[in-house]
């Protein structure tokens, strides 16, 4: 159990050095690109099918099939599919300097939340911070949620968040900070 306890003290560590979204990505228009669309005026519900590419500033989300909500306040709730045999993904560039990203992606589905900037990944999940093109860290699971506000990050061994004993594993790889000798 100690063990356990260092391990997420280290991954919160490894998140809290300004790995929060690009603040300016709150104020862009979203654009999205698709072979199909379906809009639901009561219910507030766009369905898009097809290739779809999301962009919003230096957010893209891309996969098969995208859901988006929108609730009385005007935020906005997307839920973005895998294609069969395939990843949905999600890029966004961090605060953290100016060549700082967080790559995401799942094989079921991406649900982006709008409001709280909570991007959660299901079903084989992996979640990378970079430098330029270089990883300085990584997490793999069955469930991964990645709050950039909060610049924290947790990962499950079950596609429904909660870990289970006997249910697999989660990887990590945190990269040293450090450059320097001493």
């Not at 045999?85 to 605060?95: E, I, N, S, V």
């Not at 709280?116 to 469930?143: I, S």
Request: with cysteine; charged share 25%; glycine share 10%.
């Amino acid at each position: 159990m100690k063990r356990t306890h260092t391990w997420m003290f280290l991954l919160a560590l490894s998140v809290c050095g300004g790995a929060h979204a690009e603040r300016a990505d709150a104020t862009k228009p979203i654009d999205i690109e698709a072979n199909q669309m379906a809009y639901d005026d009561v219910k507030q519900i766009n369905t898009f099918t097809g290739n779809v590419v999301l962009t919003r500033g230096s957010l893209i989300m891309k996969g098969e099939k995208l859901v988006v909500t929108q609730d009385p306040a005007g935020y906005q709730y997307a839920t973005l599919y895998a294609p069969a045999g395939g990843r949905a993904t999600l890029r966004q560039k961090r605060d953290a300097g100016p060549d700082s990203w967080m790559e995401g992606e799942a094989g079921d589905r991406v649900e982006y939340d709008n409001k709280t900037e909570v991007a959660k990944f299901y079903v084989n999940a992996k979640v990378r911070l970079l430098e330029g093109k270089k990883v300085t860290d990584e997490v793999q699971g069955q469930f991964i949620s990645y709050d950039s506000r909060q610049e924290y990050y947790s990962v499950n061994n079950t596609p429904s968040g909660a870990s289970q004993p006997g249910a697999g594993r989660i990887r990590a790889t945190i990269q040293p900070r450090n450059t320097g000798t001493p």
